[in-house]
């Protein structure tokens, strides 16, 4: 299993442009969800879905989109990238988002927007 | 609403010290509780887990118990290593609130 993989690993971007980061699991995982880490803060969670065709809200969502056409890939889009969205950016998959589950997490995509 | 707060780092210790990493939380009803550990340049991967008050949770030498009376989840570990050198999030999950995390602590250990 190659568990969470994240693309790219690196990626800077201007005002304005539009991106999206691509996130894929191959453990067959229901819930699957993006958050972005910044300095002294955590990480806090943007986008969530429970399954192929749900997408909900997290705390940070403004700014981004998600969609999920399959149980493997969940990307998510900038639309215009803004420098308040420069930060570590990590997807991450479970079997259920039932307590107790273990959230796996991939490498992340650190992303810097001038 | 439910919120975790973490000690402030960094943290720095020699190798074979006694660590603790204090964790408190704020939640209605009775959330799941995680320790996460972040090496360099790598995501978060679970550590510990405790569903359930006075439950302790352990791997790799570091343990944690769930005190609902105290609403305290402390990460410990008797003799740390250089190899444990990375930065550790306390985080709650609850069906109200789903997964919150501590802002995290950095550890560093001297050979």
């Known amino acids: 299993n190659a568990g969470v993989t994240q693309t790219p690993k690196f990626q800077v971007l201007k005002t304005g442009q539009s991106m999206t980061l691509q996130c894929a699991q191959d453990m067959n995982h229901e819930y699957m969800s993006w958050y972005r880490q910044d300095p002294g803060m955590g990480l806090r969670l943007i986008h969530y879905?429970?399954?192929?065709?749900?997408?909900d809200q997290g705390e940070v969502p403004n700014g981004y989109n998600v969609s999920r056409s399959t149980t493997e890939d969940f990307p998510l889009r900038l639309l215009s990238a803004a420098p308040s969205q420069t930060s570590v950016y990590f997807c991450?998959?479970?079997?259920?988002?039932?307590?107790?589950?273990?959230?796996?997490f991939g490498p992340g995509t650190r992303l810097t927007v001038t | 609403g439910n919120s975790v707060t973490q000690m402030e780092g960094p943290v720095t210790l020699s190798e074979e010290a006694f660590l603790t990493i204090n964790c408190t939380y704020t939640a209605t009803g009775y959330p799941s509780l995680f320790w996460y550990v972040q090496y360099p340049g790598e995501g978060l991967q679970l550590l510990l887990k405790a569903t359930k008050a006075d439950d302790k949770g352990s791997n790799k030498g570091f343990e944690a118990t769930y005190r609902k009376e105290t609403t305290s989840f402390h990460l410990e570990k008797g003799s740390v290593q250089v190899s444990d050198s990375a930065v550790y999030f306390c985080?709650?999950?609850?069906?109200?609130?789903?997964?919150?995390f501590g802002s995290g602590t950095r550890l560093s250990i001297r050979p």
């Open positions: 991450a998959s479970s079997y259920s988002k039932g307590a107790g589950l273990e959230q796996y």
């Open positions: 879905s429970v399954g192929a065709g749900i997408t």
């Open positions: 985080a709650l999950y609850s069906s109200a609130s789903k997964i919150i």
